[in-house]
């Protein structure tokens, strides 16, 4: 699990980036289901863990996106039947995590979110989010 | 001779399992069920004579999963338990990212816990894999919300809260049990 200090070091957080700025995680199929509550589909808490190797969380940010004329379709390919979960750099930062950009060559919105997810973290940030690309077919 | 009921057909050949009749209600400690890697047998007693098994055989990409009881299987049962060994079949990054495949260890314990606590009338849950091999068991319904995760055999826990609520209660289940069982119970039920 990523500690405080870890991020602080190795992923520090980048002010430039605005607590309105939407973040966007690709869920897989099994990290998403009908909720008989809520009735609607919504992302797992499963969803929001960081890498089984380490690594922080990815996600992308949509204002690079769109800054490059594109929509967040484009992280989506090759990723059939994926969904598309957001929330924003705020929501976030709220619970202790940086926002770290991490442009790669193939994905200039690439972004890491570090900092320690227990449980009920990770609830919360699966009951926060809302779909960018819903479940295909919802 | 017991009666024989075949789950459906899939293609990691669940048709393989076999369901003998009779109650099905718990299971004991396994001890190691790692004891042989390519054929994973949990043997279980319970106070009638007679022999409780689970086996997840994995050979390359097939997976079959044998149940042995000695009683009637609730439907329900048998879904939660597809469910579960249908993550058997994803493969490293199923995740997009760097998730492990499911550990067979973790399957059994999740089907241990199905076991255990699934009452006829419980719906199945969600099976939903996690990105370190482990497996969550989830039920959002009744206005009740319960995860049961597995991370490893040896450690598990529950969350439960109702729905809006804003307060839940989470717990490893070793000692637990009685108040997973009341929270399964109030999603249980027509």
């Known amino acids: 699990m990523s500690t405080l200090e870890d991020c602080a070091k190795n992923y520090p957080d980048d002010p430039m980036v605005a607590d309105g700025v939407a973040l966007l995680r690709r869920i897989p199929p099994k990290h998403f289901h009908l909720d008989k509550n809520l009735e609607r589909w919504r992302p797992s808490s499963a969803a929001f863990e960081d890498d089984e190797d380490g690594d922080p969380m990815s996600v992308y940010r949509q204002d690079v996106i769109e800054s490059d004329g594109s929509d967040a379709r484009r992280v989506m390919i090759g990723h059939q039947g994926y969904a598309l979960a957001s929330l924003t750099a705020g929501q976030f930062r709220s619970r202790s995590q940086t926002v770290f950009p991490d442009a790669l060559r193939e994905e200039s919105a690439h972004t890491k979110i570090c900092g320690p997810k227990p449980r009920p973290v990770r609830r919360w940030f699966s009951e926060q989010a809302v779909w960018a690309l819903p479940p295909p077919g919802n | ?190």
């Open chain 2, 1 to 190: 001779m017991p009666d024989a009921v075949s789950l459906r057909d899939t293609d990691y050949s669940l048709a393989e399992a076999a369901i003998l009749a009779q109650p099905w209600l718990s299971t004991l400690t396994l001890a190691d069920v790692l004891a042989r890697p390519a054929v994973v047998t949990a043997a279980v007693e319970q106070p009638a004579p007679t022999l409780r098994k689970v086996m997840i055989r994995k050979r390359g990409s097939e997976v079959s999963v044998e149940i042995q009881v000695s009683g009637p299987m609730p439907r329900s049962f048998l879904k939660s338990v597809e469910g579960v060994v249908d993550l058997l079949r994803l493969p490293a990054g199923w995740n997009s990212y760097s998730a492990k495949p499911i550990e067979p260890r973790n399957a059994i314990r999740a089907i241990r816990l199905l076991a255990e606590f699934l009452g006829p009338e419980t719906p199945p849950p969600v099976a939903v894999p996690t990105v370190r091999g482990g497996i969550q068991l989830e039920w959002h319904t009744k206005g009740v919300n319960i995860e049961v995760y597995v991370d490893s055999p040896e450690s598990d826990g529950f969350f439960a809260e109702y729905a809006g609520s804003g307060e839940g209660s989470e717990a490893p289940v070793a000692g637990h049990e009685h108040e997973l069982r009341l929270w399964v119970q109030r999603i249980s039920g027509k």
